[in-house]
């Protein structure tokens, strides 16, 4: 587990405490800006169910506390970890309240981390749980073992990041994921290539490994075909209810933003410079806590600040990577930033602004406001949109947000 370093949140700190999309007075209104047409046909696709009442702890059972710190760093964005070097007292804490995921290890007491798991699973309530058998024995050996005492999966130590998340990602959405074999090659290959490379970003952003653009443009090649043809409608339902909230969000914006590009006339190359932008744009949110990424109330100045860190370790990220595009650079850097300056992390404005970033902000607003969070429901399509033009004024490109308007009433008809 030597692979696997803490990463560390960056970003100066502010005075202000919330760092979360700001609605504004509820506007009401359904219909979309003097239009009398309501976004009604992609409203289903559009919400995300995104950390909404599911079980969002991993309990480890390992007497190795440094193994379950470096698990609790990789995870940290994703889920909260708790700790146990007995199986006794985590029979205990589970069966209060299971968690989505356990990790055993083999040499766990009183008696191994085998029979423990052939003990939960003579239990009804544990017949289903996801289990990790983890151990830093002989692979075949601990693969055939980790199946006969009834685990899902197996993973010998020490192990990459990227691995990790994978796995618990995986099992932990195996009935999302494998609904995806059910979908068309184009669609399927979408929601796999991007999981896929999400999953991976993990490492690169703990080592600081570049990431090679033609990876991102190979992902995002089929999303913007699917675009083109129309055919996405199944890519956004088929992550609807995923728990990586921050790989849902991002598809979600890299397929808006496809689509913005594809309205506003852009080319194809144009179209993957955009969809690698929105899938990159929020990745340094892998470093920063969980707690903080979901906590229902107020953030407080220095959780804030760990939030806004999230767009310096992005752009700390893609920096490292020679091959990335200056564009994708900026969708990264200036989502956050407002017309009238008062955005972070450079509170640039006006002129300053990047023009896709420009364009990538309002789809992050939409999608954030649109996203049904443990913190917040969700909001109407509509609504959201009169919340945009009414409430952001200042904040957001109004010809850009008009554009948007116009072709999300396409797009539902």
């Not at 700001?22 to 359904?30: E, K, L």
């Not at 494998?178 to 490379?197: F, M």
């Not at 090649?221 to 409608?233: C, G, I, M, Q």
């Not at 969980?290 to 990220?317: C, I, Q, S, W």
């Amino acid at each position: 587990m030597d692979d696997l370093p803490a990463p560390c949140p960056s970003g100066a700190p502010q005075n202000r405490a919330r760092g979360r999309k700001r609605a504004g007075p509820r506007a009401r209104g359904p219909a979309v800006a003097g239009r009398g047409v309501p976004v009604t046909g992609l409203v289903p696709c559009l919400q995300t169910l995104s950390g909404a009442g599911v079980p969002d702890t991993v309990c480890v059972v390992d007497g190795n506390p440094s193994h379950a710190s470096h698990v609790a760093s990789a995870l940290m964005p994703l889920y909260r970890v708790e700790h146990y070097s007995n199986a006794s007292p985590a029979l205990i804490a589970m069966r209060a309240s299971a968690p989505a995921v356990l990790m055993v290890d083999v040499v766990t007491p009183p008696r191994d981390g085998y029979a423990f798991v052939r003990s939960l699973r003579r239990e009804q309530a544990f017949a289903r749980l996801p289990i990790i058998v983890t151990s830093t024995g002989n692979a075949a050996g601990l693969a055939a073992s980790a199946r006969e005492c009834g685990a899902d999966a197996a993973m010998q130590k020490p192990y990459r990041r990227s691995v990790l998340v994978a796995a618990i990602s995986s099992l932990r959405n195996r009935d999302i994921e494998g609904a995806w074999n059910a979908l068309p090659p184009l669609q399927r290959d979408v929601l796999n290539g991007t999981v896929r490379v999400f999953h991976a970003l993990a490492d690169s952003l703990a080592t600081g490994a570049p990431v090679p653009f033609s990876v991102m443009t190979d992902a995002c090649r089929p999303l913007v075909e699917a675009v083109a043809r129309n055919d996405f409608k199944d890519i956004l339902a088929g992550v609807r209810d995923h728990d990586n909230y921050t790989y849902v969000h991002s598809l979600r914006v890299a397929a808006l933003l496809t689509m913005f590009g594809q309205a506003a006339g852009l080319g194809v190359s144009d179209q993957l410079v955009l969809a690698s932008g929105g899938l990159l744009h929020d990745v340094g949110k892998m470093a920063v806590p969980h707690e903080v990424l979901n906590k229902p109330g107020r953030l407080d100045d220095a959780e804030y600040a760990a939030m806004k860190g999230h767009v310096a370790e992005t752009v700390r990220l893609l920096r490292a990577s020679p091959d990335i595009p200056e564009p994708v650079v900026k969708i990264a850097e200036q989502h956050h930033e407002k017309l009238d300056g008062t955005g972070y992390p450079h509170g640039l404005a006006g002129r300053h602004l990047n023009e896709l970033a420009r364009m990538a902000a309002i789809v992050d607003v939409f999608s954030a406001l649109t996203d049904r969070r443990i913190y917040k429901p969700a909001m109407d399509a509509d609504e959201a949109l009169a919340v945009m033009s009414d409430g952001m004024k200042g904040h957001l490109d109004q010809h850009f947000l008009s554009l948007f308007k116009d072709m999300l009433m396409a797009a539902a008809v």
